[in-house]
């Protein structure tokens, strides 16, 4: 079975690293520019376009007056904006334009992309389903088979879903029978879903139709299924508006949604969130509740017995709650309550007291990341020193054996029923492409299922290392470092540094085909497990949030230092990336200390900490930043926000700056702000400019075509501006 969990919402998406198609300008020809009197690093001239100033615009945040004369470009829908964003992208790609490698890039990104991709099998009714890609599909394909050795047949394809490629797939929800699959579809990027339902018997698209679905599972039960949305946006408002009054419902299938019952909603509490599943055996209705991306309420109801009403479990938002599955009465719930590193308990639905609580596999040193139920035991992934290790425990909790992975690295999507022999996960590390193994419970073997062939690369030829250096607090940070084998540590590499650093979110091992294009030119590619992250626990998240969150960003410049210091690059050899929260540490870091940096690569960032809770579902992060309305935590956001930190006269590094017009999870104001700050302060030759994309968000879903063009932009931009004379055939 899949796992049963009902996590907090998670906000921010951790995608390695996500591009784009076309040049944000539809209509526009790139031309392939050659210049034979080209160098490495030479300085191109930027025609940057003039950004209105509005001096009037002064907020007052209680004894402080804050000019915030961009604010004009929050308003996405204007005209104005939509011709900025157009005259940035024209200077934008005037600028790559001149890179005469950037077509060579974009070749060998794709000569690499294109090799076949296969998701972990899942069991659903009695049949096999998994996603694939056959290479350069712009969406992954939904397959399903009757057994493992049966013909698959395709279930749903996105790539049909748009002309352009840029409508995918999100949630999924088969019903208990197998007759029926409903499923979200996402357009241009958007956090918004619509859900559709496909007869598979058949092959029909049914008349059911849910609009304004977001951050909802799909959860089934008799002849329907529960789900989670939002009430219909006031025009013009789908993309920022603030999302309140999120609500569970049950729709019954062939009727409107206008006939759905609503299950679960507190009009009190206009922010908050609701999840539900219904457990494997039908018999519970599991809810949870949050209003932030940290902590949970948690609920249920006996579908058999008819119960009405919900039972609460838990109601204060002071720990995590995820409901694994239940066993009999019994509900196994995966909480950090008493266990910062987490541990596995067993709630009686008969007496659901705290008094009653048992636990069943205790708190370790490891953060427990997962729980399955598969093969009779139960199956727990740990993260050590930000790898990914996988136990095999008694039903019990007792402690049974390890299952032997490849390397260090990181297992994901482990699968299997309770009671079949047979389970599925895979595996992936930065050199070693994501393999689906299957393993045999009786045997206590894992064997290869689906390995990819990416054809022109030796991962032989590579290494990586993880090395632990000490921040400016004196605290370890680990750090992994990828290169070629052999490669001389002269100071001169060119490197990317990438980092994240929040919510809770671990950064571990993948791997990447657009770093590869790095590693195979002599560069390093290096990855910090800074503060703010769960690597090590809450104590981690804990040391990089609220007043805090100074230590993420102390963290990153140390890792930065220990590449300089120990040879492998310098500090005009370093570029940093980072996406989403990540973007703003890329931002909080290049304004603190710009001289460290020579390329700063900002990915649909958080930058504007005054503001960015005004928006969508940015209300959820108060948790990891805390609010500008608070006297104490203001003083200390605006002490970091990128947005309010750009000086005048400051040389900053080569800075691309990433977003897209769709994305409303991270909205591109904080970007559009962000940049025109730079422009209107930054002082020398770097370049400093912003890459809009069209029918994107904010990185789930994008089409491969726009991976890759995307990607070669900003790796062209990257290693011109490092001065990497790069080489191909």
């Known amino acids: 079975m899949r796992r049963f969990e009902l996590p907090v919402l998670t906000i921010f998406i951790i995608c390695c690293i996500s591009c784009q198609p076309n040049n944000g300008e539809e209509g526009v020809n790139r031309p392939t520019m050659n210049n034979n009197n080209y160098q ?84 659903e009714a009695g049949s096999y389903y998994f996603y694939r890609n056959s290479g350069l599909q712009n969406q992954s394909v939904l397959y399903g088979s009757s057994s493992l050795e049966g013909e698959s047949e395709v279930v749903l394809d996105p790539n049909s879903f748009s002309n352009d490629g840029t409508s995918s797939l999100g949630a999924l929800g088969f019903s208990k029978d197998g007759k029926y699959v409903a499923y979200g579809v996402s357009e241009g990027g958007s956090d918004w879903r619509t859900i559709y339902v496909k007869d598979l018997n058949t092959g029909a698209k049914l008349s059911d139709k849910i609009k304004w679905v977001k951050f909802s599972g799909i959860s089934w039960y008799k002849d329907g299924f529960f789900y989670s949305r939002y009430p219909a946006p006031k025009s013009g408002d789908a993309l920022k508006g603030q999302n309140k009054f999120h609500a569970l419902y049950y729709h019954k299938l062939g009727t409107a949604q206008e006939k ?76 950090n309550h008493n266990a910062p590193n987490y541990r596995l308990i067993s709630i009686n639905t008969k007496k659901p007291e705290q008094a009653f609580w048992e636990e069943i596999i205790p708190e370790s040193e490891n953060v ?52 079949e022999n047979i389970a599925f ?9 994501t393999t689906v193994f299957k393993y045999d419970f009786t045997t206590k073997k894992s064997e290869i299922h689906r390995q990819p062939e990416v054809k022109g690369i030796n991962p032989d030829d590579y290494e990586t290392k993880q090395v632990f250096y000490e921040s400016k607090d004196g605290t370890k940070i680990p750090m992994f470092i ?64 609220l007043l805090n969150k100074q230590n993420v960003f102390d963290d990153f410049i140390s890792a930065a230092e220990y590449l300089i210091e120990n040879n492998y690059t310098s500090s ?72 309010h930190n750009v000086q005048a006269g400051v040389e900053y590094p080569a800075t691309l700056v990433t977003t897209a017009d769709h994305d409303d999870r991270v909205v591109p104001a904080h970007s559009f702000k962000f940049i025109s700050e730079l422009q209107r302060n930054h002082e020398g030759e770097n370049p400093v400019l912003i890459r809009v994309d069209v029918s994107a968000g904010h990185g789930g879903g994008k089409p491969t075509s726009m991976l890759i063009a995307e990607r070669a932009d900003i790796m062209s931009f990257m290693m011109h501006n490092l001065g990497v004379d790069v080489l191909y055939d």
């Open 482 to 545: 990828t290169h070629k084998k052999g490669l001389e540590l002269d100071g001169n590499n060119p490197t990317l540094l990438y980092g994240y650093g929040g919510f809770n979110i671990s950064i571990k091992p993948s791997f990447s085909v657009s770093n590869m294009v790095l590693l195979e030119q002599g560069g390093i590619y290096a990855v910090a497990n800074i503060r703010g992250g769960g690597e090590y626990g809450q104590k981690w998240h804990d040391g990089g949030r």
């Open 572 to 643: 005009k050899k370093l570029a940093i990336e980072g996406r989403s929260n990540g973007g703003l540490l890329v931002g909080a870091c290049m304004t603190q200390r710009p001289d460290l940096f020579k390329v700063a690569l900002p990915a649909v960032g958080v930058l504007d900490m005054l503001r960015y809770h005004t928006f969508t579902i940015g209300h959820f992060w108060k948790t990891d930043y805390g609010l500008s309305t608070d006297s104490i935590q203001f003083q200390y956001l605006l002490n970091y926000s990128p947005l």
């Open 40 to 123: 490495p690093g030479q300085v191109i001239e930027v025609g940057y376009p003039d950004t209105r100033l509005d001096t009037t615009v002064v907020e007052k945040y209680f004894n402080e007056r804050i000019e915030d004369p961009f604010r004009w470009l929050e308003d996405d829908k204007s005209n104005e904006t939509a011709s900025w964003v157009k005259k940035q992208n024209k200077a934008t790609y005037d600028y790559i334009d001149q890179i005469p490698f950037r077509d060579a890039i974009a070749y060998r990104l794709e000569e690499l992309w294109n090799y076949e991709k296969f998701s972990t099998p899942f069991k």
């Open 368 to 419: 427990l990341e997962s729980v399955r139920l598969a093969g009779g035991k139960i199956v727990t992934r740990y993260i050590k020193d930000a790898s990914s290790v996988l136990k095999v425990h008694s039903l019990k909790g007792d402690f049974e054996y390890d299952i032997e992975l490849p390397t260090k690295g990181t297992v994901g999507g482990f699968s299997g029923e309770k009671d």
């Open 425 to 433: 996960y895979s595996f992936t590390s930065y050199t070693y492409p």
């Open 260 to 335: 759905d019952q609503l299950i679960f909603a507190d009009r009190r509490k206009p922010k908050m969130n609701v999840g539900a599943r219904v457990t494997e055996d039908n018999r519970f209705l599991v809810a949870s509740t949050s209003e932030s991306t940290s902590n949970n309420r948690l609920y249920f109801k006996d579908l058999s017995a008819g119960d009405d009403s919900f039972t609460p479990v838990v109601e204060d938002l002071t720990h995590n709650f995820w409901v694994i599955d239940n066993i009999g009465d019994n509900l196994l719930v995966q909480t």
